[in-house]
């Protein structure tokens, strides 16, 4: 495994990050402790989950699967990077949103903070992340409520989901005028092949603020993972948003040309859309979400995969960036 600095900070995390939204809905829990244990054995030691991961009336149950995990022993707490999120709605009453159980005002994150660290079984998170903006509530008061939980000893970095660039900025000039505060050190965005706009503003405000960028859904909900080789050699098919986009024809022609050049290669997709990541300026690592120890495996592959310049510049011709503002959208 390689591994790198999450942003401008001393901390050193892997250069692939497991994600654990699956643990529960998807992969049961002996399967999840399975997979945390091989990502560990192969050298990664970031691991992103958020409060509402599992979902519905189990919205908390991947933070507790983790939880059980650490309780096994074997060190495992000490050699994780531990990232969670808060502001979805938590509330008990299921979908309706009882007041002050979701967002980010100081008694939201406060409530949150313990809860999390109650399910995860440990006594503080390494990286709190905000799962979402919130329009209504000022960063002086998220940043009291962030100073206060630091020195408590519960949290020790903060970064962000989801954030425009605008955000990213108010956020840690709103954390350079407290003083003391260390601010945003991260951010989790929606970047891959498919979606390139991140590039426009997102990642120069996280490299101008000095926040590590970890991309999420880096196959574009599995549309760079060989789905229409899939689909010809009889197994699963395209679903949800990939099952979408190759609806249309212009966009099933992009995707066939991008599994024809890896192809040509010798490249498998979902590889190759990782090791792509890895080259880009800004990236500490996209999150992974392995359902199965099958795919984890092919994951680890892509952090030794070298892309050749021809392949990279193919890429780019399949899948043109805007480029970063304001020569995006202004001349």
């Not at 967002?103 to 990286?127: G, P």
């Not at 120069?204 to 880096?218: F, R, T």
């Not at 609806?247 to 090791?275: F, M, N, V």
Request: charged share 20%; with cysteine.
């Amino acid at each position: 495994m390689k591994y790198t600095q999450l942003g401008r900070t001393g901390l050193e995390v892997s250069r692939l990050v497991l994600g654990t939204m699956n643990f529960g809905p998807q992969t049961d829990e002996a399967d999840s402790h399975a997979i945390m244990d091989a990502a560990l054995d192969a050298g990664i030691n970031f691991f992103d989950t958020a409060n509402v991961y599992g979902w519905g009336e189990n919205k908390g149950r991947t933070e507790s699967i983790i939880g059980n995990w650490f309780a096994t022993g074997g060190e495992r707490r000490d050699k994780v990077v531990l990232a969670t999120k808060v502001y979805g709605n938590m509330s008990p009453d299921g979908a309706g949103a009882w007041p002050n159980h979701h967002k980010l005002s100081a008694l939201n994150i406060r409530r949150a903070v313990d809860a999390s660290l109650k399910r995860l079984q440990t006594d503080y998170i390494d990286v709190y992340q905000f799962h979402h903006i919130d329009r209504n509530t000022p960063f002086e008061e998220i940043w009291q409520a962030i100073d206060t939980l630091v020195q408590q000893g519960k949290i020790l970095y903060v970064g962000s989901s989801n954030f425009p660039g605008y955000k990213i900025a108010q956020a840690n000039e709103a954390a350079a005028r407290r003083g003391g505060t260390i601010g945003l050190v991260s951010e989790q965005c929606l970047y891959n092949l498919c979606e390139r706009r991140a590039e426009m503003e997102v990642i120069p405000a996280a490299q101008d603020y000095g926040l590590g960028v970890i991309p999420w859904s880096p196959l574009h909900g599995g549309l760079l993972g060989g789905v229409i080789k899939k689909e010809v050699q009889g197994g699963r098919r395209a679903s949800g948003r990939a099952a979408d986009t190759l609806a249309d024809p212009t966009r099933r022609a992009q995707i066939q040309s991008y599994e024809d050049l890896l192809d040509k290669h010798g490249l498998e997709p979902g590889e190759a859309a990782l090791a792509w990541l890895l080259t880009r300026p800004g990236v500490t690592g996209p999150i992974v979400g392995p359902r199965t120890a099958d795919q984890l495996e092919s994951a680890l592959r892509a952090v030794e995969l070298e892309l050749s310049d021809e392949v990279l510049s193919g890429l780019d011709e399949i899948f043109p960036t805007a480029g970063p503002s304001p020569e995006a959208f202004a001349w």
